[in-house]
């Protein structure tokens, strides 16, 4: 039956830097208990995680980076949502950071910004000042598997633990998706 360790080895964080892209190595303090798992990089995608490895897709949350605008101004922030919802960036998300318009990054901006592979950007380790919107499911999922940084890996932790990073906060910002 799936679950959030699936079928993966997984060890303590800190002890694996190697399987860490360097921003989130660097702030691994902020989330002692973190784990670490090797995986294929061909399935970092979540379905294709979820599958290979066991992983239950409510147990898996995606981080999405977003670039809020208003005038000249222009503000990003992590968007973390379980895979089985999606998060309202038009609405709630918007909203929140006060933005006239808003959008999903740029590949090459997303990657430039945080320093993290494309499909394995997390909200460990973002830029100083960025807002981290943790949807209120995955906070309450208990261990939930995120990107390590790297598409290579995974890191597990639990929902609380994403609120301590900088930046955190609460919020509904999601619904289950159809």
């Known amino acids: 039956m799936p679950s959030a360790r699936g079928t993966l080895d997984w060890s ?4 694996h830097p190697e399987l860490l892209a360097a921003p989130v190595a660097a702030a691994l303090g902020v989330v002692p208990r973190a784990l670490v798992a090797p995986i294929d990089p061909t399935h ?3 379905a294709a995680f979820c599958t290979a490895y066991d992983v239950a897709m409510a147990a898996s949350a995606n981080c ?3 670039a809020g605008r208003r005038g000249d101004v222009t503000t990003y922030a ?5 895979a089985t919802h999606r998060a309202d960036v038009n609405g709630v998300v918007r909203r929140h950071l006060g933005a006239r318009k808003i959008s999903f990054a740029a590949h090459d901006d997303a990657v430039g910004r945080t320093q993290m592979e494309f499909g394995g950007i997390t909200p460990v380790g973002l830029p100083e000042g960025w807002p981290v919107l943790v949807d209120d499911a995955v906070a309450s999922a208990g261990e939930v598997v995120i990107g390590s ?3 290579r890996s995974k890191l597990l932790l639990t929902g609380e633990d994403l609120l301590t990073l900088p930046g955190a906060e609460r919020l509904a910002l999601a619904q289950p998706a159809g």
């Open 78 to 82: 992590a968007v973390m949502v379980l």
């Open 12 to 15: 303590p964080a800190a002890a």
């Open 149 to 151: 940084g790297l598409r």
């Open 44 to 46: 970092a995608d979540t």
């Open 64 to 66: 999405v980076v977003v």
